[in-house]
């Protein structure tokens, strides 16, 4: 089933899903600042959200020429992304808003994120698989060889640095920002009580900072088992 996806076809498919982010979350924010706001722009509503990231990483995507960048950026959306699409549909409160148009964006919107993870992760699994498959004819073997799983499946400790470094600047600007409005970017300001569901009682007992580690940690390892069953299924596909 995966191996009849056309590469350059989910290509296409992840660009336009980034225009439409994009459009949309442009269209969000003056909806916000212009009808709910009065014009004022409200920071707590800042798009660099965990979730934020594809509107980014797609339209910038078909500028990164090298492979290892473009399956880095391929490998984070299969993963973290595809981790925060799927997550916030255990606790939806934050996705309604006054506006209808706004709820039902942010709905849509977490939805494109399961699907974008999904097809970026099916762009992986068909790459390497084709890959290894040429390799096998080449050598005549059954199993696919470290180099071409080096070249074409990002390593998952390059994939959590690009986690790591978007967090950092998403707590830069929490503490640069908070002095002038409320902030809580990837929620990790700790200036803010943690109030994501199953951490928000770890707060509550051990304090909020050890509630943003757990929920940073807890983030890392949840990626981690999806980047492991994209894994079981390269295997997989390579071996039939």
Not at 25 to 45: C, D, P, S
Request: aromatic share 16%.
């Amino acid at each position: 089933m995966i191996k009849k996806f056309s590469l350059h076809c989910i290509e296409k498919v992840l660009f336009f899903i980034g225009i439409f982010l994009l459009t949309s979350e442009i269209l969000k924010q003056l909806l916000l600042t212009f009808v709910m706001n009065n014009g004022h722009y409200n920071l707590w509503y800042f798009p660099f959200q965990l979730c934020s990231l594809p509107m980014y990483l797609l339209v910038l995507y078909p500028f990164f020429h090298t492979e290892p960048a473009r399956n880095t950026i391929l490998g984070f959306l299969s993963t973290y992304n595809l981790l925060g699409g799927i997550a916030v549909f255990f606790d939806t409160s934050g996705m309604h808003y006054p506006l209808l148009i706004l709820t039902v964006h942010s709905y849509l919107w977490h939805i494109l994120l399961i699907v974008t993870g999904i097809l970026s992760g099916i762009f992986l699994v068909q790459k390497l698989s084709s890959e290894n498959c040429i390799s096998y004819t080449k050598r005549n073997k059954r199993q696919p060889t470290r180099t071409s799983s080096r070249r074409l499946l990002p390593s998952f400790s390059r994939i959590t640095l690009l986690y790591i470094l978007f967090a950092l600047i998403a707590e830069y600007l929490n503490h640069i920002l908070d002095s002038f409005e409320e902030i809580n970017l990837f929620y990790i300001n700790p200036d803010y009580r943690m109030e994501q569901i199953f951490f928000v009682k770890i707060g509550e007992l051990y304090g909020n900072n050890s509630a943003i580690l757990v929920y940073i940690l807890a983030t890392i390892s949840g990626a981690g088992i999806l980047y492991g069953a994209w894994n079981l299924m390269i295997r997989f596909y390579s071996s039939h």
